[in-house]
């Protein structure tokens, strides 16, 4: 997703303690809807604290998810934040952001090869506006990152050990990884 267009580095983004948001690139004060937009279009950029210098993007990215999910757009499933949530101080924690942004690139990877594939299916065809719409209803619908479901009526056992845990973990990624695969051929 890196499409950086300007400049060699992260753009720098001053907070200052009035909230104000500062772009050094453009010298313009600007809102957290203009980072989002930023986001989306691949534009790298750093957040730090106008005062002290502190990288402060971590805060300043949860709080865009936090005022996306507020309008409405809901993208996050309750379950899914439970799991995240219980994550944290666990023995695993270390291992759950890079599980989540190579589950992330994957799924874009797969997203982009589906889109493709689909639109050159029917570039030509009379049902080309009927599968520009389900594309993008398909779209909308990918939206949601939803970790797996357990099987109905799986007990959710806690590992009874570290090394079973990891075990698991491995073994969930690898199934997953499988599936991804399977998906893009």
Excluded: C
């Excluded at 944290?88 to 990877?109: H, K, T």
């Excluded at 909308?140 to 973990?169: M, R, V, Y």
């Excluded at 491995?170 to 893009?184: P, W």
């Amino acid at each position: 997703m890196k499409k950086q267009n300007v400049g060699d580095g992260p753009v720098i983004i001053k907070k200052y303690a009035n909230r104000r948001l500062y772009n050094t690139e453009t010298s313009s004060y600007i809102t957290l809807e203009h980072l989002a937009a930023m986001t989306r279009e691949g534009r790298d950029f750093k957040v730090v604290d106008a005062k002290s210098e502190e990288d402060i993007t971590h805060n300043i990215l949860t709080q865009i998810i936090m005022e996306e999910e507020s309008r409405g757009q809901t993208m996050l499933p309750v379950n899914f934040l439970r799991q995240l949530i219980a994550m944290y101080g666990d023995s695993m924690q270390q291992m759950v952001p890079g599980y989540l942004e190579a589950s992330m690139d994957s799924f874009r990877r797969n997203q982009e090869q589906f889109k493709s594939a689909v639109e050159g299916a029917f570039a030509n065809s009379p049902f080309a506006d009927l599968a520009k719409r389900n594309m993008a209803m398909f779209e909308a619908a990918t939206q949601a990152f939803k970790p797996a479901a357990t099987k109905a009526g799986e007990a959710s056992a806690p590992a009874a050990t570290k090394d079973e845990e990891i075990a698991a973990l491995k073994a969930e990624l690898s199934r997953l990884h499988e599936k991804i695969e399977k998906l893009g051929d």
